[in-house]
């Protein structure tokens, strides 16, 4: 079980709220979110309520301000706890409803292009674990948790476009 506090000015001022689970909706404890501190496990953050908008990926640490966490403004308006898991595996397809080329990972990859030579993936079955996809090499870029279950089109995981850069394994420790 994680624990994670959110406050609404920078560097963990102003008012705050403290969170042991998924929460659909923060609007009602606080306005604006510039700092977070994660005292234990991974959380997905959503930009707004129902897990919807883009996604900030958190481990444990202080984050004085949203710049920190990649965030693009002060709106986090829900937020997922993300199971531990000490198992990872995942598959990638070039082509929506898995075909064409299949590959299969179970370590974190910095660069999917020059690991399997594709620069974009259609389809992902996540077979074991919880996954951080970036649009970038280098986890950079926007991100997307991807929980185990079947990703047909990258609409499934949230995407605008089958661009992926990177994959990471949800573990507690970098």
Same mark, same amino acid.
């Given at each position: 079980m994680?624990k ?6 920078r560097?963990?001022?102003g008012?705050? &709220?403290?969170?042991?689970t !998924?929460c659909p909706?923060?609007?009602?404890y606080?306005s ?7 005292? =234990?496990?991974?959380?997905?953050? %959503?930009?707004?309520?129902? #897990?919807?908008?883009?996604? &900030?990926?958190?481990r444990r640490?202080d %984050?004085s301000?949203?710049?920190q966490w990649?965030?693009?403004n002060?709106?986090v308006?829900?937020?997922?706890a993300?199971?531990?898991? =000490?198992?990872h595996?995942?598959r990638?397809?070039?082509?929506? !409803? &898995? ?6 990972l ?7 292009h ?8 259609? =389809?992902l ?5 919880c ?7 280098? %986890?950079r870029?926007?991100? #997307? ?5 079947? &990703? ?8 605008m476009?089958?661009?992926v850069g990177?994959l990471?394994?949800?573990? !507690?420790? %970098?």
């Open positions: 994680g994670i506090t959110f406050y609404e000015d560097g963990f001022q008012r705050c &709220y403290e969170s042991t !998924d909706n923060l609007q009602t606080f604006r979110c510039n700092s977070i501190r994660v005292d =234990s496990g991974c959380w997905m953050l %959503y930009e707004r309520p129902n #897990y919807q908008g883009y996604q &900030y990926f958190l640490g %984050y301000d949203y710049q990649m965030g693009l002060d709106s308006r829900s937020c997922r993300i199971p531990y898991t =000490s198992s595996r995942i990638l397809y070039e082509r929506d !409803d &898995y075909r064409g080329l299949m590959s299969e179970t370590e974190d990859c910095a660069c999917i020059d690991r399997f030579r594709l620069s974009e993936i259609y =389809s079955h996540v077979l074991e674990g996954w951080v996809l970036y649009e970038l090499p280098n %986890y870029g926007r991100q #997307y948790l991807l929980r185990p279950g079947d &990703y047909r089109r990258f609409h499934d995981w949230g995407a476009d089958a661009k990177s990471r394994r949800v573990i !507690d420790a %970098y």
